[in-house]
């Protein structure tokens, strides 16, 4: 691949389930290519293609109607494809979808290929209102994640109201032993100096 590999990420912990992802893609392609699923539990979530450094649907295809792009991208070419849903079966994210009613038999996520072509992100990315959904390279998704943990830990210890406990920094301010120092220790001894 000449290019750096890109991939979607969809951070589940920030998602609201409002469905403009789906409803974008589906806007765009005349059929959704991510899909809203709702648990047990109530909660719905999207669903979309990893695409995959190693996708089971491109090795299960026997008319090769699949292939990566320079972007790590799995693309389906929906005129070479026979209809057969091998590759449905095989996906382990069930994100491969058979419309009955569209003109291809089979479609899936492609990272809005014509929009990356343009220099675009994919539709769902710039819909998404609570920026769940990331693109980009493996490294940016992890630094951004990375960042998005640490925003987390520093909010939860300026306002532990809002979380419902009082976890990390000021747990660990109690606990932590340095070179045999208790940082709890140190205010006890003071006051029991004077």
């Known amino acids: 691949?000449?290019?750096?590999?890109?991939?979607?990420?969809i951070d589940y912990n920030l998602c609201i389930g409002c469905e403009s992802c789906e409803a974008v893609c589906g806007y765009l392609y005349g059929q959704p290519r991510i899909h809203m699923t709702r648990t047990s539990d109530g909660i719905t979530v999207?669903?979309?293609c990893h695409h995959c450094a190693n996708p089971a649907c491109l090795k299960a295809c026997n008319v090769n109607a699949f292939y990566q792009d320079d972007e790590g991208a799995v693309i389906l070419q929906p005129k070479t494809?026979?209809?057969c849903m091998?590759?449905?079966?095989v996906c382990p994210f069930a994100a491969i979808s058979h419309s009955r009613?569209?003109?291809?038999?089979?479609?899936k996520c492609d990272l809005c290929a014509e929009r990356r072509a343009?220099?675009?992100?994919?539709?769902?990315?710039?819909?998404?209102?609570?920026?769940?959904?990331?693109?980009?390279?493996?490294?940016?998704?992890?630094?951004?994640?990375?960042q998005r943990v640490a925003e987390g830990i520093v909010q939860s210890h300026m306002h532990p109201e809002r979380f419902g406990t009082?976890?990390?920094?000021?747990?660990?301010?109690?606990?932590?032993?340095?070179?045999?120092y208790a940082a709890g220790t140190a205010e006890k001894e003071e006051d029991q100096g004077s």
């Open 46 to 48: 999207p669903i979309s």
């Open 166 to 180: 009082q976890v990390g920094l000021r747990a660990m301010k109690k606990s932590v032993s340095v070179e045999g």
């Open 118 to 146: 343009k220099g675009m992100t994919p539709a769902c990315v710039e819909i998404c209102p609570c920026g769940a959904i990331l693109f980009g390279s493996p490294e940016i998704i992890e630094a951004e994640l990375r």
């Open 81 to 83: 494809c026979v209809g």
């Open 86 to 89: 091998v590759c449905l079966s």
């Open 101 to 107: 009613t569209g003109p291809n038999p089979v479609a």
């Open 1 to 9: 691949m000449s290019k750096s590999k890109k991939t979607l990420y």
